[in-house]
């Protein structure tokens, strides 16, 4: 039970809540729950951070361009604060855990540091600093993460939410800093996990994506245990939830029982983020990832024949310490070999801990640069091609709510998690339409609503 020490309602006042949040849908779900437990002391989440009385930043560290954004901008808002010094302002997040309580010391308008293991802990932290202008840093790992199960629903009228079902990793591999600033394993009991997702369902979720660090290892460390393709099934059978999505999945952990869930379960989407980081099983190793590119491409061929038209979505690392043009090279041919629907690529980058951080033979800036402008190229190839495939093709779409592009559109997702833009503004957001796709971009795709046939 997460500790909330709330104030007397009577003397509650309204007061302006904005949350900064860099990072993955982990930490989209962590401020969801953040924004929950803050609405006992009587905040309310405003869109501007200029009307905020208290300002949360949810900071990410696997990466260093995920830190310099985050210290970017936690030395604007402490010009906002020194022109309001009634602003209360706190860090959370992975940065704050890597930090702790050196944040306080050089950031003197910081008034609390809140660890991955302690959101529990943030009404608390706010009080002290409105009331006794206290200043604290909790960043302690606890036994157990109080906050993991605090049920906060997405803002009126969502049709997709997050449902955090773990925290942590105990894989360690040798350039991830997750399992340090998020700690080891945790899974949830699939009872609570189940009861919050009916209670989406009640309010209108028509999708649910089931988020941890490694959702495969879901249930190891539970007394009673439901592995996750037995939760995929038990949240299958939820009236109301229409499509199931998840993320992530360690290709090593990916199992047969698994795989078989895209053949058996028609709620599940049509999609996996599998992560392969490279294509040379060289530097696979290096990277302590557990798996070679041929168990990898095994795997993704296994996927394939039992949900056929799945997309297959990964990550690549690259300018990993050692990696030789011959390395690379290996990872152009997984991509030409597999054809990823998309990819999120990133340049390697040393975090302060890791076993990498110590390995010799960098890569030089230039060198990494060039090959991540490479693998995108190639991966814009591949995504147009998978979208202009799709055209001429009739699918169904999640209507999610108005489109970007313009009021006469709504904008919603295929099962493969493609989104699709539609000129029809009078559908409503949690209608599933089946839709004809007229145009493809490299983001997106454009539809239009079958016409039923005269009778």
């Given at each position: 039970?997460a500790?909330?020490?709330?104030?007397?309602?009577?003397?509650?006042?309204?007061?302006?809540?904005?949350?900064?949040?860099f990072?993955?849908?982990?930490?989209?779900?962590?401020?969801?729950?953040?924004?929950?437990?803050?609405?006992?002391?009587?905040?309310e989440?405003?869109?501007?951070e200029?009307e905020?009385?208290?300002?949360?930043?949810n900071?990410c560290?696997i990466?260093?361009?995920?830190?310099?954004?985050?210290?970017?901008y936690?030395g604007?808002?402490?010009?906002m604060?020194?022109?309001?010094?009634?602003?209360?302002?706190?860090?959370a997040?992975?940065?704050?855990q890597q930090?702790?309580r050196r944040a306080?010391?050089?950031?003197?308008?910081?008034?609390?540091?809140?660890?991955?293991?302690?959101?529990?802990?943030?009404p608390?932290?706010?009080?002290?600093?409105r009331r006794?202008?206290t200043?604290r840093?909790?960043t302690?790992?606890?036994?157990?993460?109080?906050?993991?199960?605090?049920?906060?629903?997405?803002?009126?009228?969502?049709?997709?939410?997050f449902?955090?079902?773990?925290q942590?990793?105990?894989?360690?591999c040798?350039y991830c800093?997750?399992?340090?600033?998020?700690?080891?394993?945790?899974s949830?009991?699939?009872?609570?996990?189940?009861?919050?997702?009916?209670?989406?369902?009640?309010k209108g979720?028509?999708?649910?994506?089931?988020l941890?660090q490694?959702?495969?290892?879901?249930?190891?460390?539970?007394?009673?245990?439901?592995?996750?393709?037995?939760?995929l099934d038990?949240?299958?059978?939820?009236?109301?939830?229409?499509r199931?999505r998840?993320?992530?999945?360690?290709?090593?952990?990916?199992?047969?029982?698994?795989?078989?869930?895209?053949?058996?379960?028609?709620?599940l989407?049509?999609h996996?983020h599998?992560p392969v980081?490279?294509?040379?099983?060289?530097?696979?190793?290096?990277?302590?990832?557990g798996?070679?590119?041929?168990?990898?491409?095994?795997?993704?061929a296994?996927?394939?024949?039992?949900?056929?038209?799945?997309?297959?979505?990964?990550?690549?690392?690259?300018?990993f310490p050692?990696?030789a043009?011959?390395?690379?090279?290996?990872?152009?041919?997984?991509?030409?070999?597999?054809?990823?629907?998309?990819?999120?690529?990133?340049?390697?980058?040393?975090?302060?801990?890791?076993?990498a951080?110590?390995?010799?033979?960098?890569?030089?800036?230039?060198?990494?640069?060039?090959r991540?402008?490479?693998?995108?190229a190639?991966?814009?190839?591949?995504?147009?091609h998978?979208?202009?495939?799709?055209?001429?093709?009739?699918?169904?779409?999640?209507?999610e709510?108005?489109?970007?592009?313009?009021?006469?559109?709504?904008?919603?997702?295929?099962g493969?998690?493609?989104?699709?833009?539609?000129a029809?503004?009078?559908?409503?957001?949690?209608?599933?339409v089946?839709?004809?796709?007229a145009?493809?971009?490299?983001?997106?795709?454009?539809?239009?609503?079958?016409?039923?046939e005269?009778s």
């Open positions: 039970m500790r909330i020490m709330p104030e007397d309602t009577a003397t509650i006042e309204a007061r302006a809540l904005f949350i900064q949040t990072g993955c849908q982990m930490n989209v779900r962590d401020s969801e729950q953040m924004a929950e437990l803050l609405r006992t002391q009587g905040y989440l405003v869109d501007d200029r905020a009385d208290l300002i949360i930043l900071t560290s990466r260093a361009k995920a830190e310099q954004k985050a210290a970017s936690l604007r808002i402490g010009e604060k020194r022109r309001k010094r009634s602003i209360v302002i706190g860090m997040g992975c940065l704050a930090w702790g306080l010391d050089r950031l003197p308008y910081l008034d609390f540091v809140c660890g991955t293991h302690n959101i529990d802990m943030i608390e932290m706010v009080q002290d600093a006794h202008k200043r840093a909790e302690a790992f606890r036994e157990t993460v109080a906050s993991i199960g605090v049920a906060a629903l997405p803002a009126k009228g969502s049709v997709t939410a449902v955090t079902i773990m942590g990793c105990d894989n360690y040798t800093i997750v399992p340090y600033v998020r700690g080891r394993e945790e949830r009991e699939s009872g609570e996990i189940l009861q919050e997702i009916r209670i989406m369902a009640d979720v028509r999708e649910v994506t089931l941890g490694n959702v495969n290892s879901y249930g190891m460390k539970l007394n009673r245990r439901l592995d996750f393709p037995g939760l038990r949240v299958s059978e939820i009236e109301g939830i229409e199931i998840f993320i992530s999945s360690h290709p090593k952990d990916l199992s047969d029982r698994l795989i078989d869930a895209f053949r058996v379960l028609p709620k989407c049509d996996i599998l980081q490279a294509g040379s099983d060289r530097i696979l190793k290096l990277m302590g990832r798996y070679g590119t041929s168990e990898y491409i095994e795997k993704v296994k996927l394939r024949e039992a949900r056929p038209g799945i997309a297959i979505t990964t990550d690549f690392i690259v300018g050692g990696e043009d011959e390395d690379f090279q290996k990872t152009i041919d997984l991509m030409e070999k597999i054809r990823f629907d998309n990819s999120f690529s990133f340049k390697y980058s040393p975090r302060p801990g890791i076993a951080e110590f390995m010799e033979q960098g890569v030089p800036e230039e060198v990494k640069r060039e991540l402008t490479a693998v995108q190639l991966q814009r190839l591949h995504s147009c998978s979208n202009r495939l799709m055209v001429g093709r009739q699918v169904e779409v999640l209507v709510g108005p489109s970007k592009r313009g009021e006469e559109d709504v904008m919603g997702r295929t493969t998690n493609k989104i699709v833009n539609i029809a503004p009078s559908i409503d957001a949690g209608s599933t089946e839709v004809t796709i145009r493809a971009y490299l983001h997106s795709l454009r539809g239009e609503v079958r016409k039923k005269k």
